[in-house]
């Protein structure tokens, strides 16, 4: 029985991927390359800045540090996100309905925390949830367990309690190996088949979710 939800951010909650794409867009035309869209998706998308930056600098040969390439990119991200950042279709209309049905909340993110808080502020959603955890608090980050372990333990959850919301192949990988059932909702990047087929559903959006856990799904 399903007594907690579990939200990744980036792409499933908030469409940020976009965002994202046009920060290193932004950085790699100033040093004269092209950055397309499927570029992006294809080796970007789903993954953490973390990991993106220290990608960009080596692909690109970019004269830069990692940790002068993660100042950067935050710079651009938070001069974009001024702008506002958009809720996914559905997103406010699941949320309200899990609390109204007395469901956990919780949030699971590589994401940094005051970012992840902000954004949830300015959507005026950050009330419903109840715990959260961001990727500075494990050890390893998606596709590992960690982050949604340490999810259930803030819940007071069993796994198999839980059901996980993703859009990623790292966070599919990541729920299947904390025995957590996932939802992947897919974003810009659609998950391999292979992994799609490990996930309990594959909705087209979050709306679809409240049917599902109604038992219509």
């Known amino acids: 029985m399903i007594k ?9 909650l908030v469409d ?5 794409y046009q920060i290193y867009k932004d950085i790699l035309e100033k ?15 789903g993954k953490s800045m973390t990991v993106n930056v220290p990608h960009v600098i080596e692909t690109y040969q970019l004269p830069w540090t990692v940790e002068k390439g993660l100042e950067e990119v935050l710079r651009a991200e938070e001069r974009l996100l001024t702008y506002g ?3 996914k279709p559905g997103a406010r209309e699941l949320l309200a309905f899990l609390k109204e049905n007395q469901y956990k909340i919780a949030m699971a ?5 005051d970012r992840a808080l902000n954004i949830l502020r300015e959507n005026g959603i950050v009330d419903y949830f109840g715990q959260f955890v961001f990727g500075k608090e494990v050890e390893k980050g998606k596709p590992y367990p960690d982050i949604f372990l340490k999810a259930c333990e803030k819940l007071g959850e069993r796994p198999e309690n839980c059901l996980v919301l993703e859009d990623s192949e790292a966070g599919i990988q ?3 190996a904390a025995g957590i059932p996932v939802i992947c909702v897919p974003d ?10 490990r996930a309990t559903a594959v909705l087209d959006s979050l709306d ?6 109604s038992g219509e799904g």
Request: glycine share 4%.
């Open 188 to 197: 810009m990047k659609r998950p391999s088949q292979q992994l799609l087929d």
């Open 174 to 176: 990541a729920a299947n």
């Open 109 to 113: 993110s590589s994401s940094i925390r």
């Open 4 to 12: 907690a939800v579990i939200f990744d951010l980036d792409g499933l």
């Open 85 to 87: 950042v958009e809720l």
């Open 31 to 45: 040093y004269g390359y092209q950055f397309t869209k499927e570029e992006y998706s294809q080796n970007y998308s």
């Open 208 to 213: 679809q979710v409240i049917p599902y856990l």
């Open 16 to 20: 940020t991927e976009l965002i994202a």
